[in-house]
């Protein structure tokens, strides 16, 4: 679906025609996080059973974590396993800081991505029952720098072969990099938005990319971002800025939270999926279209039997 914001039309193609709706110098921003085998499997000293979902590392070695498990508090030392009803693999982590909602901080005894390598597993959303045949369709084609627990599922649309094609027609690309935290689908439950609060999830916008940036405005060409991480990035480098001040190289933690008022400074287009009630990625592009334009263009996805969740259509802003 085209969504155009100056006229308030509903267009519908497919993914391949988005060449049409893209002009020679248009800047596509995309997110080059790669998702990580962030599922791990261990056990207390009791047998008892542990799931854990790696999030984002402190060191190396020390994780913020999600754990699934009954009694895993503080100062509990777990083993890990080859899989969910494997076995001991030599590794073994401990619980160093306990949180609510299953959040954990983890110290393994050993980097724990290169365990998490060799014996974790993808984690897909829950919708997905059936496991992929090939885990490399929950990456993007550009995926380059691990760090997600999620994919940055905008991306999933494109293939080396429509790459190039934007390429030959004089789109120009740049990469960020944000690692998707799972915080970033959990459900607003707040009465009011603004008591929400979203952790902080690590992203850099690399200098020859804020360069890129910053000549694209500069000569007034348009700024695309490919999802809502990257337009997260991307206004994160610009906040407080003038709307036409340089745009400057960031690398650090984000808890930006973009709902309707927020006032955009960077992006002017964005493709981004079809995303639930109630969550923080809908939210940002109400935010960037209008509730009611989107309101409209959810109803006529909802008629059309668009489909919505990670592997869903993808829509166009523009």
């Not at 248009?26 to 207390?44: C, G, H, M, Q, T």
């Not at 940036?213 to 990035?233: L, Q």
């Not at 009630?277 to 809908?282: F, I, V, Y």
């Amino acid at each position: 679906m085209v969504v155009e914001r100056a006229t308030g039309r509903l267009l519908h193609h497919h993914f391949r025609d988005l060449p049409q709706f893209l002009h020679p110098g248009d800047l596509l921003i995309y997110n080059e996080s790669r998702v990580i085998p962030a599922r791990l499997f261990a056990r207390k000293a009791s047998g008892g059973r542990v799931e854990i979902l790696l999030l984002h590392p402190r060191t190396p070695e020390v994780w913020a974590a999600l754990v699934r498990g009954r009694g895993v508090r503080s100062g509990t030392r777990l083993e890990v396993l080859s899989g969910p009803q494997g076995v001991p693999v030599g590794a073994t982590v401990q619980v160093a800081e306990e949180g609510e909602r299953g959040w954990r901080l983890l110290a393994f005894d050993r980097p724990a991505l290169p365990l998490a390598t060799s014996v974790g597993q993808i984690p897909l959303p829950p919708y997905i029952h059936i496991p992929l045949q090939d885990p490399e369709r929950y990456q993007t084609v550009y995926a380059r720098t691990p760090g997600s627990a999620a994919a940055p599922t905008a991306g999933l649309h494109f293939t080396p072969d429509l790459l190039a094609r934007l390429d030959e027609m004089g789109v120009e690309r740049a990469s960020v990099t944000l690692h998707i935290g799972l915080d970033t689908f959990r459900p607003v439950q707040e009465e009011w938005v603004e008591d929400h609060t979203i952790h902080t999830e690590y992203c850099t916008l690399p200098p020859v990319t804020a360069q890129a940036v910053s000549r694209a405005r500069k000569e007034g060409r348009r700024v695309i971002a490919v999802g809502t991480t990257a337009v997260r990035v991307l206004e994160t480098a610009g906040k407080g800025s003038e709307p036409e001040a340089e745009v400057l190289p960031f690398e650090g933690p984000t808890d930006l939270f973009i709902y309707p008022g927020f006032a955009f400074r960077v992006v002017e287009a964005m493709i981004t999926n079809f995303h639930l009630p109630r969550s923080t990625l809908l939210m940002l592009v109400a935010a960037f279209c209008g509730k009611e334009l989107l309101d409209r263009a959810y109803a006529e996805a909802i008629r059309l039997e668009y489909r919505f969740y990670s592997f869903g259509d993808a829509m166009l802003i523009i």
